[in-house]
């Protein structure tokens, strides 16, 4: 049957195939490592009380409070997902419910430009449309969480739509169709049967989503006013830890530098946590 | 299969053809690369610099990065560039560099051309920044909020800018942080309440420069020291240059190159004493 | 009071039907701002020419060159490893610990954030590896950031190859191997290039992660070692210095006619998986 030559070939590529398949896991291995490496010292020599929860962030002067960047991506992620969610599980439930075929054609396609366009892109159009508007008729600088939020609430659009789409289109059929079956409106079997039961999913999509919103750097740098203080108002300014580490990266060294990773770790545990919970609700959903 | 070796192959040549050492220069002479790195207030005349001096010396390729001016330190001290940038004086430990002034850079504190405030004191500055006066109305505007505007930390503009101006004093948490002498312009230039200081070499028609101590910056007031906040563009080698790099710094240095840097609003090192 | 079902109903479709047309009046809305503001500096020798005075003037040909080459080398490190990862997973193993663990290690790093990326690839190429801001560094940090893209779409592509052409290649004495590469992958071929160009979408538009590891160098790139500036690097740095508004929207006219193109393709390719099995 197979010559030895190709028995030996066999075997070569099973090895390289498996060699490239850990490489994901070894890629992996090595972000966190580095960061690691470069940012738990900190958290050693200037302890962890000081760094999460210390007000004050003056690298060069010993000082490497995070606290209100923290408080400030929590604050953005909220106020992104109070703008996009309701946007967004509202196109996704238009898309699989109401959407006609003519509906689709136009929808699918724009949602992937809308992912598509760049970060900086989002970012420069809130500086020159939204910053100003927001600055005559509402005051502030025009730099604030209001802006951020408006465009981060834009840009998690795409994920939450398409994951909350595919959650809405895998609840069987013949619960559409017995909700109606009894009489009841299409809306009422939208927000009462598909929905429902499309839960977990669509809070998979939230979740996502916020990841999406708190891992987002150029855009918040662009819009947000980067001031280091815990914003007082949706119309204040404030900083993210993406953007604390964006700004300074270039110029930092020794101890500073060593402040941004921290930052990182700090960044990278949250996002991981989001990712976990919302893969775990995903799921608990399958297993149902 | 077959197509699938030849993109293989036509990678492999790709990567090969752009490796270093693959010289595609027709002259006989070799190209010199000189590489140029750190404050990102130095690198725009640098970027200036490295262009007209590429005209006459086509073998010659300059290349600029930004990073800031303790990046450029750091590079230069790990040799891993030619030319360090520099928009501050050097600390004590990093006396180890050799600092050649390249010219001379006012710090202009701009604001809008909408507000009518032209003139401040010195102290007025630093109460802006350190958050004690937070009303246009305390200096005479109109009932709004000032949206100061400041450079992160670790810029080499934001440096200077604390040593001749804040003192002991430290900028307010409140104030905003753009990461570039241009940015920090833009935020001024669209925003009519902002206030934000940065390079005099990069002041146009879009913010104005006020006064302070009722001198206005100009190379004339520096020249004159009557404008006295001022720091020096330095660029820094460790030990010798290479010969490429001590070319272009000559240049820089030249008549030609000072004057360049005198049509972008800095002052010439000879000006100085 | 009771509202009726029915007005409630009719109103719910029309907040719908609105939030969808909102949604995509958006994309409508920065598609028209870009075009009317970019095209007028849009022109053959715009992408032709060097910048001149910081981009002042001039073209943004060498961020072109820096965006093709950063893409090519991506994809050249990407594809082998991610086509590869996704074959072990759907032909050489069955599940088990092993692929779950795989699994993990690709939705990871799929939930990494750009500036994650652009930290560790400052830190490992540009610093410890003394790659310094390179083309090397800039494609290496992108190969793993587009990993998990191409490995998800490529295996979904093989997963959807019906059984029945592997079973039929296998009874023909085919190897593992040979019906992978001669049955399986040509099949699942424009699946697994709708995954390549949607790596070479995020490419392009990846910043963050691009400026801290492949410089910002106006220079045209001319070997692996050499900084330079993608299209979306150029643009933020013009549009944040406000060193001219209008290259600006020109540079994102580009950056927009790009994506909007390698999106057509895709679609093009999806719609041929669908039209085949129908």
């Not at chain 1, 059929?173 to 079997?189: D, N, P, V």
């Not at chain 1, 110029?251 to 990278?268: E, I, K, P, W």
């Not at chain 2, 040799?79 to 006012?106: Q, W």
């Not at chain 2, 430290?170 to 940015?183: C, H, K, L, P, R």
Request: proline content about 4%; overall charge positive; glycine content about 8%.
């Amino acid at each position: 049957m197979t010559s030895p030559n190709a028995a030996t070939r066999e075997r070569l590529v099973s090895l390289t195939l498996t060699v490239f398949a850990f490489s994901s896991l070894f890629f992996l291995f090595l972000i966190f490592l580095f960061i690691l490496i470069e940012g738990l010292p900190l958290f050693f020599k200037a302890g962890i009380k000081h760094i999460i929860l210390g007000f004050k962030w003056a690298p060069t002067r010993g000082s490497f409070g995070i606290f209100p960047m923290i408080v400030s991506s929590c604050m953005v992620t909220v106020g992104a997902l109070l703008i996009g969610a309701p946007l967004g599980l509202g196109c996704a439930i238009y898309l699989a419910e109401y959407a006609g075929k003519q509906g689709r054609i136009y929808l699918k396609p724009s949602l992937e430009l809308l992912a598509g366009i760049p970060s900086v892109v989002y970012g420069f159009l809130g500086v020159v449309y939204i910053v100003p508007v927001i600055r005559e008729y509402l005051g502030g600088s025009g730099f604030s969480l209001l802006t951020t939020s408006l465009v981060l609430g834009i840009m998690i659009l795409p994920t939450v739509i398409s994951i909350s789409y595919d959650a809405l289109m895998s609840v069987p059929r013949s619960y559409r169709e017995g909700s109606l079956a009894m009489g009841a409106t299409k809306w009422q079997t939208v927000y009462r049967v598909v929905v429902p039961s499309a839960r977990s999913g669509i809070l998979a999509s939230f979740i996502l989503g916020m990841g999406r919103a708190v891992g987002e750097t150029m855009a918040v740098i662009m819009v947000a006013g980067n001031a280091l203080k815990i914003p007082s108002g949706v119309l204040e300014p404030l900083r993210t830890l993406t953007s604390n580490i964006a700004l300074e990266l270039a110029y930092a060294s020794g101890d500073h530098r060593m402040g941004l990773f921290s930052t990182g770790v700090v960044l990278l545990i949250i996002i991981m946590i989001l990712n976990y919970i919302a893969n775990f609700v995903i799921r608990r959903k399958v297993l149902k | 299969m077959a197509c699938c070796r030849a993109i293989l192959l036509a990678g492999i040549a790709l990567i090969m053809s752009a490796c270093p050492g693959g010289s595609n220069h027709t002259a006989v002479q070799e190209s010199f690369t000189v590489n140029i790195a750190g404050s990102t207030s130095v690198m725009p005349f640098s970027e200036k610099l490295a262009e007209h001096f590429m005209l006459e010396h086509p073998t010659f390729a300059i290349n600029v990065q930004a990073g800031g001016s303790t990046a450029g330190v750091q590079a230069c001290i790990s040799h891993t560039v030619d030319i360090g940038m520099c928009s501050r004086e050097l600390k004590a430990d990093e006396k180890v560099l050799t600092a050649i002034p390249i010219c001379y850079d006012g710090i202009a504190i701009v604001v809008n051309p909408r507000n009518p405030v032209t003139s401040l004191a010195l102290s007025q500055v630093r109460a802006i920044f350190n958050g004690s006066i937070k009303n246009w109305s305390e200096l005479g505007w109109i009932d709004r909020r000032i949206d100061a505007v400041s450079r992160e930390e670790g810029s080499g503009t934001r440096g200077a800018f604390e040593e001749l101006v804040m003192g002991t004093d430290t900028i307010d948490d409140a104030t905003m942080v753009q990461d570039s002498n241009g940015s920090v312009r833009e935020v001024v230039a669209t925003d009519p309440y902002a206030i934000g200081y940065l390079s005099l070499g990069i002041v146009d028609a879009r913010v104005t420069a006020v006064a302070i101590d009722n001198v206005k910056p100009s190379p004339v007031t520096i020249h004159e020291k009557q404008y006295k906040i001022v720091r020096p563009f330095l660029y820094l080698t460790l030990g010798t240059p290479s010969e490429a790099a001590q070319l272009f710094i000559n240049y820089v240095l030249s008549d030609d190159g000072q004057s360049i840097l005198l049509k972008e609003g800095l002052i010439p090192a000879y000006d100085f004493s | 009071m009771r509202v009726n079902p029915r007005s409630v109903n009719t109103f719910a479709a029309l907040c719908l039907n609105a939030q969808a047309l909102f949604t995509v009046s958006i994309l409508v809305v920065i598609i028209c701002i870009i075009f009317i503001k970019g095209i007028a500096n849009f022109n053959l020798e715009f992408i032709l020419s060097y910048p001149e005075d910081m981009g002042r003037h001039g073209g943004i040909f060498p961020s072109i060159v820096g965006t093709f080459f950063l893409v090519l080398l991506s994809l050249l490190f990407a594809a082998p490893l991610g086509l590869g990862t996704a074959i072990y997973l759907t032909e050489y193993t069955r599940e088990s610990r092993l692929t779950t663990l795989v699994r993990f290690g690709v939705e990871s790093l799929a939930g990494v954030p750009s500036i994650i990326y652009g930290l560790f690839g400052f830190i490992f190429f540009v610093i410890k590896l003394k790659m310094g801001w390179s083309l090397l560094a800039g494609s290496l940090t992108m190969t793993i950031m587009i990993l998990p893209t191409i490995i998800r779409t490529s295996e979904e592509a093989i997963k959807s190859v019906p059984a029945s052409f592997r079973r039929v290649s296998y009874s023909l004495g085919a190897t593992r191997w040979e019906t992978t590469t001669r049955v399986v992958l040509p099949c699942a071929a424009p699946g697994i290039l709708t995954g390549i160009m949607l790596s070479v979408g995020r490419t392009i538009s990846e910043t963050a992660a691009v400026i801290f590891t492949m410089g910002s160098s106006l220079r045209l790139p001319t070997s692996l070692m050499d900084s330079g500036r993608t299209m979306a690097v150029h643009f933020y740095i013009l549009a944040r210095e406000g060193i001219s508004l209008e290259k600006a929207y020109a540079t994102a006219l580009v950056l927009v006619l790009i994506i909007l193109s390698i999106n057509a393709v895709a679609y093009y390719l999806m719609h041929r998986i669908t039209s085949r099995y129908s």
